[in-house]
DNA sequence: GTTTTTTTTTAGATTTGTCTAAACATTTAG
DNA sequence: CTAAATGTTTAGACAAATCTAAAAAAAAAC
């Protein structure tokens, strides 16, 4: 078992190796977990000790298949457990990131299966991120940014690449929530702004924010 | 705000001066924290610098009234999370125990408050204890132990003393689970055990288990 | 009312995760 | 291709919570 840290490191690490493809750099670690890039070379060294991730000076990390394991895990936790809180609990999709983020580390798999089961087995969280199933397997979430889409373009806003409740609470008061579908009109070229239709209302969307939400065609 | 540990040392002071009206002596702590006695003692500084006890050496500790309201509070947090265990994911009364014990330390008032409101506002756990109200009120337990009955005296079992998953087991396998009703038919002089009708049929208690179980005459 | 036993405290070491400051490696710029 | 800038690691220190061993206080036994 991984100590509470460990579990963030991983974590972290996961994420940061999602859109990339190459190894996870130091400083992006310590940005990350709000900490110095030395704690986080100590801390990887440790992780590399017990198998968790590759590990060559200078050169950054990458998970191993058992790290891998171990971070899909516990985002599988995260994101079952944010679903109870908006669902049941009744908070608000910006509300829960941060208290998922302790829940996330109860340690018992039964308590999971079981949460799972009482959710009725959800395949995305309120975010539109997928959830793991129990043994590590979800589908790669197919989206296109919107900041990808052309003029014309009609999709359904799938979901959003970032969680900071800042971000969430600014699309929950445009009315660009799960679910809802949009039509492209045009977008800015000095700016990059995106003008679109969403429930008969025109809109304009910076590009800053349209690169966090996620389409479907 | 309180770290984990501490959070636990405040939690057994409780505990443990809910019977003894005394000072709680450094070595009971040390065995039901699985610690050594001098851990105790320094976390008992640390805690009565922080004045959540009341300490002078060799005489024990108390807990001040900022202490009292920390450990209700975590005791409200623990019991809430047993109810949700037992009545919405189903596991069984001699389950929870463990996945409470982390699930009390996440911190956030507004998930206790909203989990208190999901369950319906419960005034106690599967255990029979009673669950502290958001102000930290709750009816102390006016139960006998069972020990204390005599022979025809009637009752239904309220709670338990003793929340060990063995203890909690022997229980359900004789069909001792709350809110049955029993009848004394006879003491054992030589052993003190009893022998009790439940459900219409006669079943012998030890004392040692009798002690830890309460009866509402 | 000493002596013995038990309980508690102190002193100093250990582990986990962190930090600062300095050294080292890699990348970028000229 | 060397020099500057950036990124990473090492060395040594620190805080939290724990431990062992020894000293000190309190309680129990004689």
Redo the contacts between chains.
Sequence with gaps: MQSFTEENYLKIIYHLSQNHDEAVQTNAIAEKIQTKAASVTDMIKKLADKELVDYKKYQGVKLSPAGRAAAINIVRRHRLWEVF?VE????KWD?VH??AE??EH???A??IE??DE?LAFPKSDPHGDPIPDKSGKFDALAFIKLNKLKPEDRGLIMGVSEHSSAFLRHLEKSGLTLGKMIKIIEINDFDGSIELTLEQKNISVSREVAKHILIKL
Excluded: Q
């Excluded at 049941?88 to 908070?91: H, P, Q």
């Design positions: 809180l049941k609990l009744n908070f509300e941060d208290i302790e829940l109860i340690n018992s039964e308590l079981r949460l009482f």
